[in-house]
């Protein structure tokens, strides 16, 4: 379906099943089974992340990964809940609900999950699918990195078993670091324990289901060693069915709407990045305004029966792709399963230690932490290097809904920085050849023209960078006091009214001083401005070039020097 038709999508059936095959039946069962032992486990870890009932994580792994599985373009994305919306939740219900009060969360998660769907829908229909490329990939590097710091650090209390209020991130590592001769041992045993176990499963036996077996070794040590009454705390009564209607409050619409907006871009962000991540070759690529339409609905439907807000997650996406699933059959098996967790087994999961959660949640936040991407971005681009540093410091020091608004701020100033100051290379021949090329240290070789100055500026040329082109122009003109200034504009896209005029003026003025400016290789639409203006009544045709090798042999034929080095 394609993605300039939003409201026929809805009613559209999903392209997978229309060409479903019998052998993907099998597969798409296994990796569902497979995806459900990491996805349920896990989202009820995420539950507690935001402050909620660890049910609510498995609402959020039923509803809408049904919703998603239906409208959703993605063969193999898993959609529930992932640590970075988990963390932007719990920032919001903080301001929120400051007291914990548990009916007043449910109700503020109702609300914040329908506002963060109905967001969804609306960019769809508006066609806004483009805003997933507003933040770059180092400041996302950055961003998500800012975010497990702070998982970390909020799961750290329950990992060492003691209790801190609530604060900035300052105020909370030097509670924690007070808190911690308040450490009880044997929660730490736990927490430890569970910790190793899982390390040493993903990396021993990375297929095996490691948040699974290391919840049930947890619930195991809680039954057999009667960890509650050893002072570890458990996760207590788990309501037993399906969930209930929740229904949201109209009262905190308005001081959640901001904080939904963001969850709702990081939501959007997430998910066609790990939809992106995991397409084959020969499957359609997810289309964006229709993966708007599929994870609003998901978000929508989910906030009616006691999900908090979600999207797809790459960890859980990548597991279900790596066990082999085809479809979204995989997801809705994994759907079946969280109905049989509510049905059967919210009893035994009353037993686990909230330190086993606390671990699992450490464990795979720990994994946003990419040390090894920073050290990449730094080698190849000191700027965007500074950028992720950026975002990482403004979801520690300013709060992660704050955060998005400084990673989005970071990548535009990176942006309008690399814009504003366009590159202007001085150009050289390679001998003996037709290749120009700018001229640098590592070809001493190349030749020039005495004489002739070639230059190659890039990009767009308009009115924010029309100024630093220009300086960097003259200031080469300056130095090599040339008889002819040659424009290579084959990497000039597009020349807007102001650099025309920069153009113009910078002719003038040194035509007066007997320099004359020839422009080459422009394509028909920056010719046809040229042509237009003053500056190509100025230029003449005998001013303009359709490539290099045609104006460096007209310039020596008419200056009769020889190539220099």
């Not at 920032?91 to 929120?96: I, L």
């Not at 176990?197 to 060693?225: D, M, N, R, S």
């Not at 699933?325 to 909230?354: H, K």
């Not at 007066?512 to 422009?522: A, F, P, S």
Request: proline residues 6%; glycine residues 8%; hydrophobic residues 50%.
């Amino acid at each position: 379906m394609p993605p300039t038709a939003p409201s026929r999508s809805v009613l559209a059936v999903p392209e997978w099943l229309t060409s479903y095959r019998s052998n993907w039946l099998r597969p798409d069962i296994i990796a569902g089974l497979t995806a459900a032992a990491v996805v349920i486990p896990k989202s009820m870890a995420y539950a507690t992340i935001a402050g909620l009932p660890v049910q609510v994580g498995l609402y959020t792994a039923f509803v809408p990964m049904i919703i998603y599985a239906v409208l959703g373009t993605s063969r193999v994305l898993s959609v529930s809940t992932t640590t970075t919306i988990a963390i932007l939740t719990a920032a919001e219900f903080a301001e929120v609900v400051p007291d914990g009060d548990p009916a007043a969360l449910l109700r503020a998660s109702a609300t914040l999950t329908l506002l963060v769907g109905a967001m969804l829908v609306l960019a769809c229909f508006l066609r806004l699918g483009f805003v997933a490329n507003f933040i770059s990939q180092p400041v996302l590097t950055g961003f998500k990195a800012g975010i497990g710091i702070v998982i970390v650090l909020d799961q750290l209390p329950k990992l060492l078993g003691f209790h801190i209020p609530r604060g900035t991130f300052v105020k909370n590592l030097l509670a924690t670091i007070h808190g911690i001769p308040e450490t009880k041992l044997i929660t730490l045993g736990v927490s430890v324990t569970v910790i190793v176990l899982l390390v040493g499963i993903e990396h021993f036996a990375p297929k095996a289901p490691a948040p699974l077996i290391g919840l049930a070794a947890g619930i195991a040590a809680a039954y057999f060693f009667q960890l509650s009454t050893r002072g570890v705390e458990l996760v207590g009564h788990i309501p037993q069915g399906l969930p209930k209607l929740t229904l949201p409050s109209i009262a905190m619409v308005e001081q959640l709407w901001p904080g939904a907006l963001g969850i709702a871009l990081m939501s959007f962000t997430e998910t066609i990045a790990a939809g992106r991540a995991f397409v084959k070759n020969d499957e359609p690529r997810p289309q964006a305004n229709r993966e708007l339409l599929a994870t609003g609905a998901a978000n929508i439907g989910g906030a009616l029966f006691g999900a908090m807000p979600g999207g797809g997650g790459t960890t859980q996406t990548a597991v279900n792709r790596l066990s082999g699933a085809n479809t979204q059959v995989a997801q809705l098996v994994t759907a079946a399963m969280t109905l049989v967790t509510m049905l059967l087994l919210a009893p035994m999961i009353a037993l686990m230690p909230q330190a086993t959660l606390a671990a699992v949640v450490i464990v795979y936040s720990i994994g946003l932490i990419k040390p090894a991407e920073f050290r990449e971005i730094l080698r190849i681009r000191r700027t965007e290097f500074i950028w992720a540093l950026i975002a990482l410091s403004g979801v520690v020091l300013v709060g992660t809904l704050k955060g998005i608004l400084v990673a989005i701020i970071a990548s535009l100033v990176a942006l309008a920085y690399q814009v504003a100051n366009p590159s202007v290379y001085v150009l050289g021949r390679k001998p003996g050849t037709n290749i120009f090329r700018p001229r640098s240290a590592e070809h001493p070789e190349d030749e020039t023209f005495p004489g002739l100055l070639m230059l190659r500026p890039e990009g767009r040329i308009f009115f924010a960078n029309a100024e630093h082109v220009a300086n960097k122009v003259w200031v080469l003109i300056d130095e090599a006091k040339p008889k002819v200034v040659m424009v290579d504009m084959r990497a000039i896209f597009d020349l807007e009214y102001t650099a025309l005029k920069m153009f113009d003026e910078g002719e003038k003025k040194h035509r007066e001083l007997g320099i004359r400016l020839w422009l080459v290789g422009m394509n028909p639409h920056v010719f046809e401005m040229v042509q237009k203006s003053a500056l190509g009544e100025s230029l003449g045709r005998e001013g303009m070039f359709l490539n290099l090798e045609s104006a460096v042999a007209k310039y020596t034929q008419q200056a009769q020097l020889p190539a220099t080095v």
